[in-house]
């Protein structure tokens, strides 16, 4: 789950990690009572999840009053890459010295947690990784040891940090490994993480993103997300207790198991098509959840067909076969489905289908020949005889 920039900064703020003072508003008049409480010069923050809001016109300096209610007044309900701006962060405007970067993430090769600073923040990492590696120093930590101030401090010298922030940067760098350790973050990004003309180390920015399957751990994060700008058939998907991620593509996906899924996009994308959706209707799903499954599929307008992959260990194919038949029963779907069942009770759901006698619903034996067929399909070519 992923923070707005002043949620994140709520966040620093909780563990000790020093952020500018702000405040969240929705309204051209609260941005503008915000912004005199502040006092001027304040600058006004698009708060959407996607980069480049400065680019895009998100992010502007207020000298008085009337810039404030000009600038909020812009801000407010502009679209930034499809995400629409219903939330400000008002905060006074930092004097800048220095801009750098420092992040804390899982390195999943290594096993490890990494932390990663450097000298040159205020741009994408990706640029200084390419244009200037020796300048983004990687330091792995011993899990049961921790980030010390000690290593804070070494991460911060072997850097390039000025000598005189130093201290104030560990300082930073040991607090955000502990919001990434104790919020169960998969990241915790600065970009800029600025240093004052008084010499004071500040997170300017924000990027957080949380384990969603640790929320429970967490009650008062649960309701951090950005609801407003979700997906709704992502959110619905939620509510729903079902696995479910929105693409780009024309192609419905659901299979049972996280990696066999992922392995359908690959196959799908290899085969010419573009998956439309990551849907893992999990192990053990019943008619009832294969059914709800399908529904989710169809409410994406963008579908044009939807492949099928169940590998059946604990969930079994006679069941999937029973929950399709129930959902074109009740649904109608109007776009070809292919169905690749191999398992636990595979000849029988195959039986199933097959007697069914479903309207454009073709069989596939292997995975291979399930994505040829769903591409032909999506794109209107014919396959051949249904189930």
């Known amino acids: 789950m992923d923070l707005l920039e002043y949620q994140g900064k709520q966040l620093f703020a909780r563990h000790g990690l020093k952020v500018s003072s702000g405040k969240p508003v929705k309204t051209v008049e609260d941005a503008v009572a915000a912004a005199d409480e502040i006092g001027y010069p304040v600058v006004i923050k698009a708060q959407v999840l996607i980069g480049g809001r400065g680019k895009a016109g998100g992010v502007k300096l207020a000298a008085d009053t009337q810039e404030a209610r000009e600038h909020a007044a812009n801000i407010l309900g502009m679209d930034i890459k499809g995400h629409v701006v219903r939330t400000l962060w008002i905060e006074h405007a930092s004097d800048i010295a220095a801009e750098y970067y420092a992040s804390v993430l899982l390195d999943r090769s290594a096993k490890q947690p990494l932390v990663m600073f450097s000298v040159e923040g205020g741009v994408d990492i990706e640029e200084v990784a390419e244009r200037t590696p020796e300048k983004l120093i990687r330091h792995h930590v011993d899990a049961l040891q921790g980030l010390s101030h000690e290593d804070g401090v070494e991460i911060a010298r072997k850097g390039g940090a000025d000598a ?191 007697e069914a006698a479903l309207p454009n619903v073709h069989a596939a034996k292997t995975m291979n020949e399930a994505a040829e067929m769903v591409v032909a399909l999506a794109a209107g070519q014919p396959v051949g005889a249904g189930a």
């Open 164 to 354: 005189d922030v130093i201290d104030g940067v560990a300082d930073a760098l040991t607090a955000l490994y502990e919001v990434w350790l104790q919020e169960d973050a998969t990241l915790a990004e600065i970009n800029p993480l600025i240093v004052t003309p008084e010499r004071e180390v500040r997170a300017l920015d924000a990027k957080v993103s949380l384990d969603g399957n640790a929320l429970y751990r967490h009650p008062d994060s649960q309701g951090l997300s950005d609801s407003e700008n979700e997906d709704p058939i992502e959110r619905r998907a939620k509510q729903e207790g079902v696995q479910y991620v929105k693409l780009d593509g024309d192609i419905g996906i659901l299979g049972n198991g996280a990696g066999l899924v992922m392995s359908t996009l690959d196959v799908v994308a290899q085969a010419g098509g573009r998956p439309a959706n990551f849907l893992d209707a999990g192990g053990g799903s019943d008619a009832e959840k294969i059914k709800q499954a399908v529904d989710l599929l169809l409410a994406n307008d963008a579908v044009k067909a939807v492949l099928f992959n169940i590998f059946g260990g604990i969930t079994r194919c006679d069941e999937v076969a029973r929950g399709l038949i129930a959902a074109f029963a009740e649904i109608k779907p109007s776009v070809p489905f292919v169905v690749r069942l191999d398992g636990t009770n595979d000849v029988e759901g195959r039986r199933l289908l097959q």
